[in-house]
Structure formats: C-alpha cells, structure tokens
C-alpha cells in the first residue's frame, strides 16, 4: 500500500517487523530453532521494534491529540494496547531465554501478535490518520520523527 510519504517511515519498518513474525511463529511450529529465533527476534526489538515502537507514541499520539482527533477510536485504542502486550512477550521471552527455557507458546503468540498488530496499523490505523490529518499536521509527524 503506498503511505503518504511523511508517514512512510513506519510503514518501512513493517516489513521487517512481518518477517520476524514469520520466524517467530516457524520456531514455534518447530520449523526454526527456538532459542536462536528468540535470540534474533530480541536483538530486532531491542534495537528496531521497541524504537519504532516509542517513535509511534511520541511523534503520533501528541499531533493526532492535537488534531482533535478522538484518542478512544477502537483501533488506535487496539494499537497502544498492543504495544503493551507485545512489550509484556518480549519481557517474557527475555527472562525464558536467560533461563534456557523458550516457550513455543511465548513464541508462537509473539509471532501472531506482531503480525496482526502491523496488519492492524497498516490496514486501519495509517489510512484513519492520513485521511483525517491535515498536510501540516503529518509534516509535524515527520518533524517530530527527524527530531528523535
């Protein structure tokens, strides 16, 4: 889907985001190694997903507050709560892998979460905010992006 190109950042970092879930939810079936994937998927949430993460909090949810957008709408509402839930997964998959022992089931909700979560944002959440943000209010969500 083409993204409006001050929003096109996010939508970029997706695709990797879409390929780690892949591999999350292989290592769950058995298809990949567990404790690599995880081993993977955590250096890719420390250093992409957790910032792309932030980024989505602090450059879009002070411009679209502004913007008298409703902050309740279900699914901005469903994008920050997964934001919490994913962080929770990765939180867990930390503490199985330090201890030896990743869960299939950590890593296979892991996997399908980040999948429906980036599905979400892409098919919902960025076409709500392009069509009722301004021009000038999505060049503030770049420059708030430029600006971390």
């Given at each position: 889907?083409?993204?409006?190109?001050?929003?096109?950042?996010?939508?970029?970092?997706h695709h990797q985001?879409?390929?780690?879930?892949?591999?999350?939810?292989?290592?769950?079936?058995?298809?990949?190694?567990?404790?690599?994937?995880?081993?993977?998927?955590?250096?890719?949430?420390?250093?992409?997903?957790?910032?792309?993460?932030?980024?989505?909090?602090?450059?879009?949810?002070?411009?679209?507050?502004?913007?008298?957008?409703?902050?309740?709408?279900?699914?901005?509402?469903?994008?920050?709560?997964?934001?919490?839930?994913?962080?929770?997964?990765?939180?867990?998959?930390?503490?199985?892998?330090?201890?030896?022992?990743?869960?299939?089931?950590?890593?296979?909700?892991?996997?399908?979460?980040?999948?429906?979560?980036?599905?979400?944002?892409?098919?919902?959440?960025?076409?709500?905010?392009?069509?009722?943000?301004?021009?000038?209010?999505?060049?503030?969500?770049?420059?708030?992006?430029?600006?971390?």
């Open positions: 889907m083409k993204r409006h190109p001050y929003l096109r950042e996010f939508s970029d970092d985001g879409l390929v780690m879930a892949r591999r999350l939810r292989k290592a769950a079936s058995g298809e990949e190694q567990p404790g690599q994937v995880a081993g993977t998927f955590l250096e890719f949430w420390k250093e992409e997903t957790e910032p792309h993460f932030v980024k989505e909090e602090n450059a879009l949810l002070p411009v679209l507050a502004r913007s008298g957008m409703r902050l309740d709408n279900e699914s901005l509402v469903s994008m920050f709560v997964q934001h919490h839930y994913i962080r929770t997964l990765a939180a867990r998959l930390e503490l199985d892998l330090t201890r030896q022992d990743v869960k299939h089931e950590t890593l296979g909700e892991l996997g399908e979460l980040l999948d429906k979560h980036i599905r979400l944002e892409e098919r919902e959440v960025f076409p709500m905010i392009e069509e009722a943000l301004t021009e000038e209010a999505l060049k503030e969500v770049a420059d708030r992006l430029a600006g971390e």
